[in-house]
């Protein structure tokens, strides 16, 4: 396993190279240069004024060129400089990881914990009341889009109710931990919502399906108690498909939650994103690229490893 | 005097049990209907409208439901209830169109990754990597930008998005069942690969498959809903659930004008709840395993 | 002894009073479109003057009717030698928030930094024509121009005074997106910078040596946000006390814990032709989309009332001569119109725009039902910014719908209507050429004269709407929310925001 493991990350080396390559040529097939996100419609620039600002942030230069010398940098840990204001990228990416992470952390841990515990309970008690009330609020719960949860959210425990404040990372002026706890419960809760609601299902489907294999009847003739099989036989094999989500929602996790940080105002790498496609702050878009390409590629060998983990009869050559 | 036949007896084909099983799930049945229903009222319902569905009329701004306008006006004095269907057809077709692209690339690819395993597996993985590495956002801003939003490029572009996860799915699958006891069976018995695969590992895979296909339908209808959020998806004046929910973007309208989006949204969610319980029915029936 | 320690000390404490709560008014600053979220560089920015105005100064201002301006930095100016020539004499005692005194060497250096190139100041376009900035004593400046400047004064309604001190130290290249802007920079305002938590707020304290006054509140806060209904909930429950707000924001505020302000956009809005599009060149065209479209209507039903029909770029009335054409709706004739210039009634035109907010989709959702009424097919697009500037920038489109800043001073339509400016050489981006038009805007900066400068401006909006170069169509008001908690709050909508005297020293709390 551990050989495959290295052979997987050198792999991911030429991958990166190819992602960032392809993501670079998609952008120039942006409309609008970065200079016309800078410079606002009705701003008068002269001529003189555009050439000078498009020196000096490299864009004279041929495309091909401009990639190089992006690509050589980064290799050698710089990312560049934000078009908008000047600040090296990575320190803009490393200033919103916190927050993001504390937001997809959170949800995330929600959404499985009680994913897996509905999907379990769902499957165990499976076609009782119980199972199809749960199964009916987990639909309701993928159903929902994500900015509507968001708004209605914000207006039912804000407005309302008055539980929460309206948003942002921090009060102004504060910033201790409880602060921040506040301005967080609402959308890691909203978040989880998604994550419960696909993995109840995902879980539920799998233990149900795995619950009527021979080998479980086998066990369960055999006298083995239902929780220590549910636990020990049926649990495992069904988190193959669960394992398989989670891994396939990384992407969302620095990208993804882009409606609620809007709407909430937290400072997360997703809106990062789309300020930067909004800006076409081409090393911007080309650094969370390359970061978020590389913890994916990670988070799915970690995903791969687990299924081994899991299942002993998977092997890899 | 006995007969000398019996009574004929209708012959217990497998697909036949199916459909039995299938009908004895109450929920899946409720989900077939329900979908029925959506897609009908989608089809066939702006014919019934009083309204046409791009009619202005600004004398009638935001006008509650009534007797008139049975699911109210929204802020061009539109009639929602003509509005709400006509866009059914468009929300509809994105969410079955692009999951049948999805599913289609993602098994064939899968397949051939989870049974043939070795370098076959590791390019296509690699593969899967890329797509899957690309933050949807930016290519859906990206190629929209570039190619213009619309509806076909919208199908295309989640189709083409969404195609990774079935094709993990059905590997993964296939990687296990690989293992199982009566795939070396019928090996030893000389049955071939390609044989072996389409026979006994294919079936073991539509269960997965199958929830796939529901979810991927509610989350085809959920990305251009999200897209619709961020401006491109389906454009106005066209309609889309998607972007008919986007009203709600305004506090106003959340709070005030409830029927100028709550339709589109109870539909979403309708349509989501009926794939479901439709997508749990087929598996149940599907599956020769399965228990009532 | 202790005892007599401890007893004294509770003495003191109870003696002198409770401990007095910081006032902080925390409000969305840089929400809606005169805004600039964390865009902190004076000369080059476009917008966001009303959160810059609170701790950079001008030496003149308007006053919050925008009708007169009045000296701020400057105690009172001269105008000589045919308005070739200002004399500015500045206030004494001004001190920079690091305590050094403000001389005409710092207005000489803000002027000159923003004429040099290498900053990339919008400024150098509204400068051109200074020949050389003297500092004849410590509080007087003399600006002598090649050419009379009639709008000079307004230009400086927003151009902040920068301490050369410290910035003539960082090469003018790096100025533009230097990490002075956002880390302690130093102005003369009435509050001063205390800290900056990128994507979230910036917070100023007091200053207490403003020149008018210490401010009665001790801290002003601008928070951001990226959904505007966001912004509108945290102030309808309390959270901040002041946002920009739609027309239809409006509807959800009235009668809460805020007051709705509003006032003119001073923002025309029309539809622009790319006029070297043969299709748009017979004015006939142009005249069959004004009577095509039911104006009245669109402002009477989409805008609540809330805007004025325009009938020309300007839209101050002094500036609006008798006799214009109202092109009142008249769908009859715009279809003669549309025959008469043998219109091909199957071309779909695309209707681009960067305004992506609601009302702006029924409206243009409303004009292509009218347009269609009349035989003219219509799509609307809409953009974001950066394409509409590289779309509009070239000539691969047909039409627009946009607005355009004319106000206070009509001279800031110049750039966008000049055939000079046609891109890249600035925003004439429909290529407007018309030398008449041409010569009415050089005529109109050059004169001094008041009474005559009104008349050029109203000989310009009677060829304006004689040759519609733009469809204009009309003039919006715009809103903010304010809580009720706040006393002596000052806000009036403005294209770029600031440009007014908003006595931010004299906000106060309940």
Redesign the interface.
């Known amino acids: 396993m551990g050989i495959y493991a290295l052979r997987r990350i050198l792999t991911s080396i030429p991958l990166l190279l190819v992602i960032t390559a392809l993501i670079f040529t998609l952008l120039q097939f942006t409309?609008?240069?970065?200079l016309?996100?800078y410079?606002?419609?009705?701003?008068?620039?002269?001529?003189?004024?555009?050439q000078?600002?498009k020196e000096?942030l490299g864009l004279d230069q041929p495309k091909a060129v401009q990639y190089v010398r992006w690509l050589g940098q980064a290799l050698q840990g710089n990312l560049g400089?934000r078009?908008?204001?000047?600040?090296p990228v990575s320190r803009?990416i490393a200033?919103?990881l916190p927050p993001t992470l504390l937001l997809m952390g959170l949800g995330v841990t929600l959404g499985v914990a009680f994913g897996v515990l509905f999907g379990v309970i769902a499957a165990v008690k499976r076609y009782t009341t119980l199972d199809n009330v749960l199964t009916f609020l987990a639909f309701l719960g993928i159903s929902t889009p994500a900015f509507l949860a968001g708004?209605l959210g914000?207006?039912v425990f804000?407005?309302k109710l008055?539980w929460f404040?309206?948003?942002?990372?921090?009060t102004?002026?504060d910033g201790s931990p409880l602060d921040i706890l506040r301005h967080l419960l609402l959308p890691a809760l909203i978040l989880s919502i998604t994550y419960v609601a696909v993995l109840m299902r995902y879980t539920r489907s799998s233990m149900l399906e795995v619950i009527f294999q021979d080998y479980v009847r086998t066990a369960r003739a055999k006298g083995i108690g239902e929780t220590k099989l549910i636990s020990k036989h049926v649990l495992r094999n069904a988190l193959i498909p669960v394992v398989t989500v989670i891994g396939a929602n990384v992407a969302n996790l620095i990208g993804g939650a882009v409606f609620l940080?809007?709407?909430?105002?937290w400072?997360g790498t997703g809106?990062?994103y789309l300020d930067a496609i909004?800006?076409?702050d081409y090393p911007m878009i080309m650094g969370i690229t390359l970061v978020l390409a590389a913890v994916i590629l990670f988070a799915n060998l970690i995903t791969d490893l687990l299924y081994g983990l899991i299942d002993p009869r998977i092997r890899y050559s | 005097m006995t007969a000398l036949t019996a009574a004929p007896v209708r012959p217990r084909t497998p697909t036949r049990m199916a459909l039995k099983r299938f009908l004895r799930h109450r929920l899946a049945v409720v989900g077939l209907a329900l979908l029925a229903v959506i897609i009908l009222l989608s089809i066939f319902g702006p014919l019934i409208a009083r309204f046409e569905p791009?009619q202005?009329d600004?004398?009638s701004?935001s006008q509650p439901p009534s007797s008139v306008h049975w699911f109210g006006t929204d802020?061009?004095g539109r009639d929602v209830f003509a509005r709400t269907l006509i866009a059914g057809r468009v929300s509809l077709m994105v969410g079955i169109l692009s999951t049948f692209i999805s599913l289609v690339v993602g098994t064939v690819l899968g397949a051939l990754a989870g049974y043939f395993g070795g370098w076959v597996d590791n390019v296509i993985m690699r593969f899967v990597d890329v797509v899957m590495t690309f933050p949807s956002i930016i290519v859906l801003l990206t190629l929209a930008?570039i190619v213009g939003p619309g509806v076909d490029k919208t199908i295309i572009i989640i189709g083409l998005l969404g195609w990774p996860l079935a094709c993990r799915l059905v590997r993964a699958k296939l990687l296990s069942v690989r293992e199982l006891d009566f795939i070396a069976a019928a090996n030893a018995l000389g049955a071939t690969d390609r044989r072996v695969l389409l026979k006994h590992a294919l079936p073991n895979v539509i269960d997965v498959l199958v929830v796939f296909v529901s979810l991927g339908v509610a989350s085809g209808i959920l990305t251009e809903a999200g897209l619709s959020f961020l401006?491109l998806g389906v454009?106005?004046?066209q309609a889309s659930w998607g972007n008919l929910l986007t009203?709600a973007?305004?506090?106003?309208?959340?709070?005030?004008y409830p029927w100028q989006w709550m339709p589109a949204g109870a539909l979403i969610v309708l349509t989501v709840l009926a794939t479901n319980f439709l997508g749990d029915g087929l598996r149940d029936a599907l599956d020769p395993k399965a228990r009532q | 002894m202790s005892k007599f320690l401890l007893t004294s000390l509770l003495a003191c404490a109870v003696l002198s009073g409770p401990a007095l709560a910081?006032k902080?008014i925390?409000g969305a600053f840089d929400q809606g479109p005169g805004g600039a979220p964390?865009?902190f560089n004076p000369l080059t920015n476009?917008?966001g003057f009303t959160w810059l105005n609170k701790y950079y100064s001008t030496l003149v201002l308007y006053d919050v009717n925008f009708k007169k301006i009045s000296g701020d930095l400057a105690s009172s100016w001269t105008v000589a030698d045919g308005g070739k020539k200002y004399t500015f004499v500045l206030r004494p005692n001004v001190k920079w928030h690091d305590g050094s005194l403000l001389t005409s060497k710092d207005v000489k250096f803000s002027i000159e930094l923003a004429n040099n190139?290498?900053s990339?100041?919008?400024f150098?376009?509204k400068f051109g024509n200074v020949t050389s900035v003297q500092t004849p004593s410590t509080r007087t400046v003399v600006i002598t121009l090649s050419k009379p400047n009639a709008a000079l004064l307004d230009a400086l309604t927003n151009f902040m005074i920068l301490p050369s001190a410290q910035l003539s130290k960082i090469p003018a290249?790096e100025l533009?997106?230097?990490?002075w802007w956002?880390t302690n920079p130093i102005g003369t305002g009435p509050f001063m910078w205390s800290?900056y938590?990128?994507?979230?707020?910036v917070?100023l304290k007091a200053n207490p040596n403003y020149y008018k006054g210490k401010p009665k509140i001790d801290?002003l806060?601008n928070?951001?946000?990226?959904?505007?209904?966001?912004a509108?909930?945290?102030l309808?429950?309390g959270?901040?006390d002041f946002t920009y707000l739609?027309l239809?924001?409006t509807?959800?505020v009235q009668g809460s814990n805020a007051t709705i302000l509003s006032g003119p956009s001073q923002v025309v809005n029309y539809l622009g032709f790319n006029l070297s599009d043969p299709r748009f060149k017979d004015v006939r065209i142009r005249q069959a989309v004004m009577y095509a479209i039911d104006r009245a209507?669109?402002v009477k039903?989409?805008y609540g009332g809330g805007a004025q029909l325009a009938n020309c770029p300007v839209t101050n009335d002094k500036y609006e001569p008798k006799g214009l054409n109202a092109y009142a709706y008249d769908p009859a004739k715009a279809k003669s119109l549309l025959q008469a210039a043998k219109w091909d009634s199957s071309e779909n035109v695309e209707i681009m725009t960067?305004y992506?907010d609601?009302l702006s989709?029924?409206v243009?959702?409303?004009i292509?039902?009218m347009l269609a009424q009349a035989g003219m097919k219509v799509t609307?697009?809409?953009?974001?910014?950066?394409?509409?500037?590289?779309?509009?920038?070239g000539n691969n489109f047909a039409m627009v719908y946009?607005g355009?800043?004319n106000g206070p001073d009509p001279d800031t339509l110049y750039?966008?209507m000049h055939s000079d400016?046609i891109p890249?050489?600035?925003?004439n981006?429909m290529k407007i050429n018309i030398p008449a038009l041409n010569k009415l805007f050089e005529t109109g900066q050059e004169t001094a004269s008041q009474t005559k400068r009104i008349k050029i401006y109203q000989d310009m909006c009677m060829l304006a709407n004689q040759q519609l170069p733009w469809d204009v169509l009309w003039t919006a008001k715009r809103f903010g929310g304010v809580s009720n908690k706040l006393i002596n709050f000052v806000w009036t909508p403005a294209p770029a925001g600031g440009r007014y005297d908003d006595q931010a020293q004299l906000w106060d709390v309940k």
Do not use: H, M
Not at chain 1, 31 to 34: A, F, I, L, S, V
Not at chain 1, 261 to 265: D, K
Not at chain 2, 249 to 256: H, K, P, Q, S
Not at chain 3, 223 to 230: I, V
């Open positions: 409309p609008g240069d970065p016309d996100a410079i606002p419609p009705d701003q008068v620039i002269s001529v003189q004024q555009r000078i600002i000096e400089f078009i908008k204001n000047g600040e803009e200033r919103r708004l914000l207006y804000t407005l008055g404040p309206a948003g942002g990372y921090q102004p002026g940080e809007s709407i909430f105002s400072p809106q990062l909004d800006s076409r | 791009d202005i600004l004398l701004r802020q061009t930008a401006g454009q106005p004046p009203g973007r305004e506090l106003t309208v959340l709070e005030a | 910081d902080v925390t964390q865009q476009t917008a190139p290498d990339g100041s919008g150098a376009a290249k533009r997106s230097s990490a956002r800290k938590v990128p994507d979230q707020y917070e801290r806060v928070t951001y946000f990226k959904e505007q209904a966001s509108v909930l945290a309808k429950s959270n901040i739609s239809d924001d509807k959800t209507t669109i039903q989409l960067y992506g609601q989709k029924d243009l959702v409303t292509q039902q609307p697009r809409f953009v974001d910014v950066p394409t509409y500037n590289q779309v509009t920038g946009a355009i800043g750039p966008s400016f890249p050489n600035g925003t981006r």
